[in-house]
């Protein structure tokens, strides 16, 4: 079965930096575009970045263009985030997720499966 586990979140001052990783396994990861969505107290779940299978194509939610860069190592089975300049409204569960279809939406609604999340709190 598919699995996803993010790793990498914690405690940062704003202006700070952190990396995510998402390590996946039972999939052929090298095939896949890979998903970053995050979810803060009592919001929706939003897109904030996703990678094409080969890397070629990144996409970043506006929120996020400039500060944070998406990146993948299919040797590893494994992309990650780093988030740059991070602000108090960074602070969310961040979740690797993959749309099986690759259809290049990036919907919460459209994503097959998800790993559990990895917290990350920006403090003052």
């Known amino acids: 079965q598919v699995q996803l586990v993010e790793s990498g979140g914690g405690l940062v001052q704003a202006g700070g930096s952190l990396r995510l990783s998402c390590a996946a396994s039972?999939?052929?990861?090298?095939?896949?575009?890979m998903n970053w969505f995050r979810q803060a107290p009592g919001k929706e779940r939003e897109f904030v970045a996703a990678?094409?299978?080969?890397?070629?194509?990144?996409y970043y939610a506006d929120s996020v263009k400039g500060r944070f860069t998406i990146s993948r190592d299919n040797a590893k089975n494994t992309v990650h985030l780093q988030m740059n300049s991070l602000k108090l409204e960074d602070t969310a569960v961040y979740y690797c997720?993959?749309?099986?279809?690759?259809?290049?939406?990036?919907?919460?609604?459209?994503?097959?499966?998800w790993g559990k999340g990895t917290l990350v709190t920006v403090s003052t």
């Open positions: 997720a993959v749309d099986r279809y690759n259809s290049g939406i990036q919907e919460a609604r459209r994503m097959d499966y």
């Open positions: 039972g999939l052929t990861f090298s095939k896949y575009a």
């Open positions: 990678i094409s299978w080969n890397a070629g194509i990144t």
